[in-house]
């Protein structure tokens, strides 16, 4: 008896005939041409279990999920798909779902109808993530694993002042955000994710806020030597005004990918009238800049003047890409 099936990479463009494998745990369709799926396709696999339809951004419908009472792992990332399958939210046993870059699919209901699921991947989907949704996640005692995308402010604030999110937050994505002051994002949110992007948004700063409420600034007379955002890896920002530099990013010593594009208002990566108190700081905290830096993309920077003040020693360094940025003259490179 078949128990996996995988399909991946072909030019299947209609599942029509039902699939009679009573003992399959394992479907994959990854890649594909997908139109179509028939709701006899999946009426008889009773103990699926891994179902992949990802990479199929012609697949637009699905047929009813409610056989699939089994199914634990469930990826529809890439995928063309305007509303979840009837019979999802009937899914108790589903541990995964995966809806990153659905961008046709705006709206989720009753993610808290599936009360086991430990990872939950939003990042990039076309989802109105609300304040209402933001509560469901929130009741989602055994999530471990969160990628989120948040526009127009909608859900944000609850989600920033709830300190549960950033025990499994991975991956955050700020989206259309307009403050007049500055954007307050808690440490622990910035200490858990791997990677971090704002764009298409107005920001003048962004402040990281500590553990209590006199530690808002981790750069100035009473800087925390504990600060490390030692998780993140990526960090985005594109097509954002008001911000004038970004120097919190010193304390992100495995920073592997830097894209800063269309920041019509940043003068430095790291403020100049900071950084001879981050050196300071740097070497009590044993943090070294940029470190672990592998690409790095700073274009259409009309007013960016400088990275950072003296020579650093990028190890790892694989790409460099500047353009449209007149006014940065010097690179900080080590030649050791």
């Known amino acids: 008896a078949v128990r996996r099936m ?31 799926i028939s709701r006899e396709f999946l009426s008889h696999v009773p103990i699926l279990m891994v179902l992949d339809l ?71 989907s076309g989802i109105d993530i609300t304040d209402k949704l933001v509560r469901q996640i929130q009741a989602m005692k055994h999530l471990y694993l969160l990628t989120i995308t948040l526009r127009n402010s909608s859900g944000l604030e609850i989600f920033l002042g709830d300190t549960r999110f950033s025990s499994y937050t991975e991956g955050l994505t700020l989206d259309e955000q307009s403050y007049y002051q500055s954007l307050k994002v808690p440490l622990a949110t910035i200490s858990s994710s791997r990677f971090l992007e704002i764009q298409d948004s107005h920001i003048p700063k962004i402040e990281i806020e500590g553990s209590s409420s006199n530690e808002s600034e981790i750069v100035g007379p009473r800087v925390r030597r504990d600060i490390s955002f030692i998780n993140l890896r990526k960090v985005r920002l594109d097509n954002c005004t008001g911000l004038k530099d970004l120097t919190w990013l010193v304390f992100a010593p495995h920073l592997a990918t830097l894209y800063v594009v269309c920041l019509p208002d940043i003068e430095h990566i790291i403020s100049r009238s900071e950084e001879s108190r981050l050196q ?9 800049p940029f470190r672990e830096l592998e690409f790095l993309t700073l274009r259409n920077l009309g007013q960016l003047k400088s990275i950072y003040r003296d020579p650093l020693l990028f190890g790892k360094l694989k790409e460099i890409n500047i353009k449209s940025c007149p006014k940065l003259t010097k690179l900080p490179l080590d030649s050791r």
């Open 54 to 124: 990802s990479l199929n951004p012609n697949l637009i419908e699905l047929p009813s999920f409610s056989p699939l009472y089994s199914l634990r792992f469930l990826n529809l990332s890439c995928t063309g798909i305007t509303s979840l399958p009837d019979g999802l939210y009937a899914l108790r046993n589903l541990l995964y779902l995966n809806l990153e870059h659905t961008y046709m699919l705006k709206r989720i209901y009753e993610i808290h109808d599936l009360p086991n699921l430990e990872v939950l991947k939003l990042y990039a």
């Open 6 to 36: 995988s399909l991946i990479y072909n030019q299947i463009e209609e599942a029509c005939e039902s699939l009679h494998c009573p003992k399959l745990e394992t479907l994959l369709l990854r890649d594909n041409r997908l139109r179509k």
């Open 280 to 288: 300071k700081t740097c070497e009590l905290a044993g943090v070294i």
